[in-house]
């Protein structure tokens, strides 16, 4: 089925771990994003990609460093983990700006950094 | 202050009962608008999306913006069980390259 597509759904990381989470699309998208689910807060951007190759910053963007190397994958790194990293990150990917009937959202990673 | 405020609930109604959901922002340069439905441990979902001001229909669904007042409803009519769920409103900027700004989200529950 086409949609977008998170690596792995659920992770426990010790304090100082680094990992990376994979954010998958087929459906030849330009535009990518990561946010990160926090209760009261609502969905607030870490980084994003407006084509292969590009990245900037979103709103959150400490302690994360992402990369698009390939069109269709968004990376998202954590170096070393803090427990304020705990969150449910949602990838988003989007045809383009403004189209969003044709905008759509992974179905999450849960992170718990202990 | 948030840019966009929305009330966390919970909200719970009885099934057959009119949902009003809102927001309030305060950036001027947001020009589309969307409501999310997003079930428990699942991503959140398109569920109506509205460019600018007006009203826009879909089923039971009714989406209202208001850019002179800063607000945006979302009516859900004859509620169902299969309506519990919880509700992000989100809005972006004509220039944001896509960036949505989200609110906190309310949480519905339709009761049988």
């Known amino acids: 089925n086409a949609g977008v597509t998170q690596t792995p759904k659920f992770r426990v990381l010790k304090t100082g771990q680094s990992m990376t989470l994979l954010c998958a699309q087929d459906?030849?998208?330009?535009?990518m994003y990561w946010y990160r689910q926090d209760p009261g807060m609502g969905l607030r951007l870490i980084h994003y990609s407006v084509g292969e190759g590009t990245t900037a910053k979103g709103e959150v963007p400490d302690g994360y460093n992402v990369s698009r190397l390939k069109k269709q994958n968004f990376l998202l790194g954590l170096e070393s983990a803090a427990p304020s990293q705990t969150s449910v990150y949602f990838c988003a990917s989007s045809y383009s700006p403004g189209v969003w009937t044709e905008a759509f959202f992974g179905q999450g990673t849960r992170l718990t950094v202990v | 202050q948030k840019e966009v405020e929305q009330d966390p609930g919970p909200l719970s109604v009885p099934e057959g009962a009119i949902v009003s959901l809102n927001c309030t922002y305060s950036?001027?340069?947001?020009?589309?608008f969307m409501w999310y439905r997003q079930y428990s441990r699942k991503g959140p979902e398109l569920l109506m999306y509205t460019y600018s001001s007006g009203n826009k229909e879909d089923g039971r669904f009714t989406a209202q913006v208001d850019k002179s007042s800063k607000y945006i409803s979302l009516f859900i009519r004859d509620s169902q069980p299969s309506d519990s769920a919880t509700y992000l409103c989100a809005m972006s900027a004509m220039d944001s390259w896509g960036k949505l700004q989200f609110g906190a989200g309310t949480q519905v529950v339709v009761t049988p």
């Open positions: 459906m030849n998208h330009e535009y």
């Open positions: 950036n001027s340069a947001f020009q589309y």
